[in-house]
């Protein structure tokens, strides 16, 4: 059988920085809107739809001159196994698809921006326009097309690459004990395995030496406290009602019991 | 009640007709709250959705009753401010008569007080006799009033922020989404037991008063609130 869980990686080692991948995300988030919205070519391109740039480039320097590093990150939707912006989104509009990819559906998202709240990794945006959030969406519709990901059909230097998910992780672990052995450090396949129990595994994996992991963007341990507190409350609160149900039905019971001794049973001597 | 006739006032007509008011409201709150708190009650949605689904179209039914419940919500908050304003401009400049102010005999502690409203909430509750000191409210009801308060306005305010939050920084609405629905909860806790005490036979002279005269006799008064006239 085909296997259907698939998988981008992004190898931060063999990337050169030309950003084709963040241009054709945004030309093949154009044409989605043609082919599938009938927007007009025209207006998909004049028009910015910033939201649109699911792929997006967050700099960072650090360090003192002449040892500065200067490190452009990628910044994307993780695929996450466990999507905690699924799990939030009270309009159901979140979903996890066989291919691994977490698709935001737009006609069933009410615009709550509970996502955004939700994500560990900050991805979602708000479109202020159209009054919804998006992210990327893994090329869901190419890759059950058979074809690769926008962002990895770009890349010149196969930086970016996709597949199934054994294949990818394979061929991920086998960079990056290529680049130990290079380099001579500790390089980090961040989301071929579990990142941690909250978000599980990554659909959209990360190759990076584990010293530049901060400037990538790859927390050890990402956690989202606003979803953690809102579970908590609800748990907690479905329990206090509970309880208080409970403490009722325990006082209406000793009411009942000894309510022919009450001074409030009778309405006169009310 | 044979008592001559005597009543007093326990609720002037505004508190009544405020107090109705936000029966409706919270039931609003609630009804067009809870889709958004939790799939499980996305069939209100749902319901809300179908006749708006049916002449406009829409794709989602569930999405659009989604939409008519937030906009129900923010319509019920705005309602339930501009009836606020009476009320409030009628009990604020009576702050200090407030029945719901803890109020200690001459020279007793904090903590005498407290035993005191305690043992009289028991007697009242556990042991179905009169109290002996007990005001209009007893020290949970007084408790209870400012908790409510004090929910009403971290409803109000995380609402705000929830309903301007372009306006705001996403770490304040992270914030006051947690806070809405952590009020919320205890607000649900709070109206359970409100609710069932309210319609106990042992406040049925109060849910009468509320709902139909807002009096009570006062020879009933002089039992049940002996603090009143102390």
């Known amino acids: ?270 | 009640m044979n008592d001559n006739g005597r009543q007093i006032t326990l609720f002037t007509n505004l508190q009544m007709w405020y107090h109705k008011h936000i029966i409706h409201y919270m039931i609003f709150f609630i009804l067009t709250g809870l889709p958004l708190v939790s799939p499980w009650f996305h069939w209100i949605a749902y319901a809300v959705g179908v006749p708006v689904a049916a002449f406009s179209g829409a794709a989602d039914i569930t999405s659009v009753g989604l939409q008519i419940c937030r906009a129900a919500h923010r319509i019920t908050a705005v309602l339930w401010i501009v009836t606020s304003i009476p009320i409030v401009f009628a009990m604020l400049p009576k702050i200090g008569r407030w029945d719901m102010t803890p109020r200690r005999r001459e020279g007793q502690g904090w903590v005498e007080y407290i035993k005191e409203g305690l043992i009289d909430t028991k007697r009242v509750y556990i042991d179905w006799q009169y109290p002996k000191y007990m005001g209009k409210y007893n020290l949970l009801q007084i408790a209870a009033a400012w908790a409510v308060i004090g929910i009403c306005l971290l409803m109000l305010a995380s609402g705000a922020v929830l309903w301007f939050r372009l306006w705001f920084s996403e770490g304040l609405v992270s914030v006051m989404r947690v806070a809405h629905l952590a009020g919320f909860m205890a607000m649900v806790v709070f109206l359970i037991f409100h609710v069932y005490f309210a319609i106990h036979p042992v406040n049925r002279a109060g849910y009468e008063a509320m709902f139909r005269t807002g009096k009570d006799s006062e020879a009933h008064a002089r039992k049940k609130h002996p603090g009143l006239f102390l």
Request: proline share 4%; with cysteine; hydrophobic share 35%.
């Open chain 1, 1 to 270: 059988m085909k296997e259907k869980q698939m998988a981008v990686c992004y190898d931060s080692q063999a990337c050169i920085k030309c950003f084709a991948c963040v241009v054709n995300c945004s030309v093949e988030n154009r044409a989605r809107l043609q082919r599938e919205r009938g927007t007009g070519v025209e207006k998909t391109m004049m028009e910015k739809l910033p939201h649109l740039n699911y792929l997006t480039i967050e700099k960072s320097e650090s360090g003192v001159f002449p040892d500065v590093k200067s490190v452009a990150a990628l910044k994307h939707c993780q695929h996450c196994e466990y999507p905690k912006c699924m799990d939030i989104c009270p309009a159901e509009a979140i979903s996890k698809e066989d291919t691994g990819a977490v698709l935001i559906n737009r006609d069933k998202c009410v615009g709550c921006q509970s996502c955004i709240d939700a994500c560990p990794y900050d991805v979602p945006v708000f479109d202020r326009e159209t009054g919804k959030t998006y992210k990327c969406i893994m090329c869901n519709d190419r890759l059950e097309a058979g074809l690769p990901t926008a962002c990895a059909e770009a890349c010149p230097s196969v930086a970016i690459f996709c597949g199934t998910a054994s294949d990818v992780r394979a061929e991920a672990k086998e960079r990056a004990e290529r680049y130990e052995k290079v380099f001579g450090k500790k390089f980090i396949v961040y989301g071929a395995e579990p990142v941690n129990s909250h978000v599980g595994s990554l659909s959209y994996m990360t190759i990076a030496a584990e010293e530049n992991a901060d400037p990538y963007m790859l927390p050890e341990n990402p956690k989202s406290g606003v979803s953690i507190a809102r579970n908590v409350i609800k748990i907690g609160g479905a329990a206090a009602i509970g309880a208080a149900a409970a403490g009722i039905a325990v006082h209406v019971s000793h009411w009942k019991k000894h309510k022919e001794d009450s001074v409030y049973h009778h309405k006169d001597e009310e």
